[in-house]
């Protein structure tokens, strides 16, 4: 079960994925890549977003795709990197 740490920052990736990418995320836990919802241009965007709605810099030089497969993925990411909702 996610702490209210990780379910805020499931809800505002939720958000900044269907508001900045117009891709309703059927579940946290889908595969939005597998799913053919995140390409590599989509995936750009995201980032820039989720940089731009938390405030932070994501370390990308060991970037990593299977980090925003889903919206879990990317709280468990961002809750691991220090960012907070």
């Given amino acids: 079960m996610p702490d209210a740490?990780?379910?805020a920052l499931t809800d505002q990736l939720t958000d900044l994925v269907r508001?900045?990418?117009g891709v309703e995320v059927p579940s946290s836990d889908t595969d939005l890549v597998?799913?053919?919802?995140?390409d590599?241009?989509?995936l750009v965007t995201l980032i820039v977003g989720i940089?731009?709605?938390f405030g932070c810099r994501l370390p990308l030089d060991?970037?990593?795709i299977d980090r925003f497969r889903s919206?879990?993925?990317m709280a468990a990411f961002l809750t691991e990197s220090g960012v907070t909702a």
């Fill in 34 to 38: 597998a799913d053919g919802l995140l």
């Fill in 62 to 64: 060991d970037f990593d």
């Fill in 40 to 42: 590599s241009l989509a």
């Fill in 5 to 7: 740490t990780t379910g």
């Fill in 71 to 73: 919206v879990d993925a």
């Fill in 51 to 53: 940089e731009d709605t």
């Fill in 19 to 21: 508001d900045r990418l």
